[in-house]
């Protein structure tokens, strides 16, 4: 009968143990991270002593430095840099611009080159406006009404759609697709509203691209607030004329590193987990919530897992990727080894989306992923994470879909996300310690939970 | 055949104009709060024209104008006020309060005075400083230890919870109660460490309580900055003493409103929704969060219903509540005015946590309502709000409890509330218009659903 207790007792401490782990480790991997002070103190380090760094900048070299030091201090088993060429693309000294009309006087205008213009030269450019609200509106001109006016791309992004993303989607081909089409049409430049769904005083700025088959035209954001003035006063005076200055130039393309670190599996090192951000940001800002947070949480999910001193099965792989707002050359490195080192990949998650407390997880993958996460959820529900659904992942990893790798994605609150990305909004004080460090938590229970239970 | 096919075309319209009819509401109810920005607007008035509004200030008075006003300009069926005595706390000229010590000097300390506390006298009080993390410790202490000490109490909030409302809960007590342990003991101040989880070096009000068996002694906040300095200065000189000045008074009671506005229902008048949320706030803020939002969101809810048209069946009653922050009196008077009005309340809703996303509701109700919010939750699910839990509602609300009235209150995103709540930090510019407007079409939302299904 002892003997009988005891096994039972056994059981039901390895049964209820074993049930309870998961949840207690979670539950730890929680704790750490919300009184941890050492990944927020890293942001402002990024934010504050590099500050804003495209890729080709001295800044982007620095934050490959710092990355990389901060990776080995952590005690990753290996840090190592992936070099490729990236752009190399000057803003220049700062942009300039005014509308003149002769009916409502002259006011300057808040604005910024987008990532890749060219320059309007010292002397600038000055004309009559077109303003229009779509493309369709644009090629629907007759071309003799564009020809050499500045084009204004006007249309806001939507201010319903609940998940902000949408209304950035819709908005964004007026910044990287409106210098093409202005200039296709005759235009001399274009002006394009800020990506965002504030009405604020500052200029986003953004990646835009050019067609060999049309002239390079300059290609500048104004802000929502000068966009709004400008509309109302070209409804009095069609006549007026903007003026804009800007003196970008592209250089020639120099070198530049993913930092990588890893913690070895110690079941099966050669099946790897990457959780990846993006160490450039734009110059206009310190690169906070786009992507500095994201480049703090994989470190802080390594660091999470190093000092609560869980082993893991699997290669746990941190990727800080370069040139994720230009060109994605970081990204498509990272793939070209991946589809060479002759590793598995098991996962790849991506933090993109601000440092906003996380609301789950998108995917980007198969029933197995699917069901996996459904079989999760309980675990994660007491920690504000409920949502869990199909949609894209995030630039830098989705070239590894090719390889079939299961894609991730942190889905932080979008709400806030467009009041800073790209502008000068986004500093370091924008980002809250315990939003940020709930999402690298999040990001660690994501990972522990598939090194454990794999698919 | 014709016939049948109009027929079944017919019922086909109905059919599906009555099961989008639900959802098509609550869209139309968030793309106007979406689009709408006189809330904001209103929000902004409140905090920069009028500003923190203790019960009893003129400021309260002119926030209760602003109020009656502002209701009568959206069109409200009835706008009116309900009349009660508060207490009328000032806090006088602005505190001062140093450290001294031999070893480590001279250094300033941010601090404010608990909102109930008596003064200092001009003189102030210097005192050696006894430090507790909790009341058992203190009330442990050999009385000669305590006596003629300032009493420095400087439990921290804990960081691990995920809903912050746990932490506030949980070391509110030597805010509330902690002079009175204080005094009992022989102690001459209280000091107490601010209620937050931030760690910055502002000091956190709120109210404080007394026993009329022991002395009324001073009780100030400390920013947890300067808890944090205190303590380690503690360490290395026990010795050190602290002077605190405070010249706070309590003068007579004065009279001072709620504001009530409602839209009558058109089947059932008598029966009625209450949406409330409290017009006072702390001095030594602009009461965004605390609850300028709330104030400006149930407003929104009627204007929501008014703009859209929307009919509803039974009375949708805004009450904008005086003195949340010292006594509920205002809670009091509309909880004896439902007693005896002849009404019957189907439901109050109460918005007081800050005007982050929302994530749900909580209620404190019995099983139908349960039933019928798990009945409404795919209907809601869209809009971030996921949390439908039994719990408390807020303090205004509350006392409806007794005559059987199911409350709710909405939640949202807690992360950031204790960063501002009772501190000069809760200003209109830590208030995201988006967050905010997503919060007022949530109860609008809900209000549209339990006035169409009641329970």
């Not at 205008?109 to 303003?131: D, H, I, N, P, R």
């Not at 691209?209 to 290609?219: I, K, L, N, Q, S």
């Not at 000092?307 to 941190?318: A, C, D």
Request: aromatic share 10%.
């Amino acid at each position: 009968m002892k003997k009988l207790l005891l096994v039972f007792i056994l059981f039901s401490f390895f049964r209820s143990g074993h049930a309870q782990s998961d949840s207690a480790v979670i539950r730890s991997l929680f704790n750490a991270a919300l009184t941890n002070h050492e990944s927020y103190e890293q942001l402002r380090y990024l934010c504050k002593n590099i500050g804003g760094r495209i890729c080709g900048s001295p800044e982007a070299a620095a934050a490959v430095e710092w990355a990389a030091q901060t990776l080995n201090a952590f005690g990753a088993d290996t840090v190592w840099k992936q070099e490729m060429m990236v752009r190399n693309w000057k803003r220049g000294e700062a942009e300039y611009a005014f509308a003149n009309s002769r009916v409502m006087g002259k006011a300057e205008l808040t604005v910024c080159a987008l990532g890749g213009s060219v320059g309007t030269g010292k002397q600038g450019v000055m004309a009559e406006v077109l303003m229009v609200k779509s493309m369709d509106e644009l090629r629907k001109m007759p071309p003799s009404k564009v020809k050499g006016k500045i084009v204004f791309f006007n249309r806001a992004a939507d201010p319903t759609n609940i998940y902000t993303f949408a209304s950035y989607g819709g908005a964004a081909d007026q910044r990287v697709n409106g210098a093409i089409e202005a200039a296709r049409m005759g235009g001399i430049a274009a002006l394009v509203r800020s990506v965002t769904l504030q009405n604020h005083d500052y200029a986003h700025t953004g990646v835009m691209r050019y067609d060999t088959a049309v002239t390079a035209v300059p290609a500048l954001a104004i802000s929502p607030a000068d966009a709004g003035m400008l509309e109302e006063w070209l409804q009095i005076d069609p006549l007026l004329k903007v003026f804009l200055r800007n003196n970008s130039v592209e250089l020639p393309e120099v070198p530049s590193h993913n930092v990588i670190a890893e913690i070895r599996g110690s079941r099966s090192p050669d099946t790897v987990i990457v959780i990846g951000a993006h160490l450039d940001a734009w110059d206009n800002g310190e690169g906070a919530h786009d992507d500095g947070v994201g480049v703090v949480q994989v470190m802080e999910v390594l660091r999470l897992f190093k000092s609560l001193n869980i082993k893991l099965n699997f290669t746990l792989r941190v990727v800080e990727f370069m040139d994720e707002e230009v060109a994605q050359r970081g990204a498509a490195k990272y793939a070209e080894y991946a589809a060479n080192s002759g590793e598995f990949h098991l996962a790849a998650i991506e933090t993109d989306r601000g440092g906003f407390s996380p609301r789950g997880f998108s995917f980007d993958a198969g029933e197995k992923v699917s069901a996996a996460l459904e079989k999760w959820k309980p675990l994660l529900d007491d920690y504000g994470l409920h949502l869990f659904y199909r949609g894209g992942s995030g630039v830098d990893i989705a070239p590894l879909k090719k390889l079939g790798v299961p894609l991730l994605a942190l889905v932080p609150d979008s709400q806030r996300y467009f009041d800073y990305q790209h502008a000068p909004t986004d500093r370091f004080e924008a980002v809250s310690q315990r939003e940020m460090q709930l999402g690298a938590a999040s990001i660690a229970a994501m990972v522990f939970l598939i090194d454990k239970y794999g698919w």
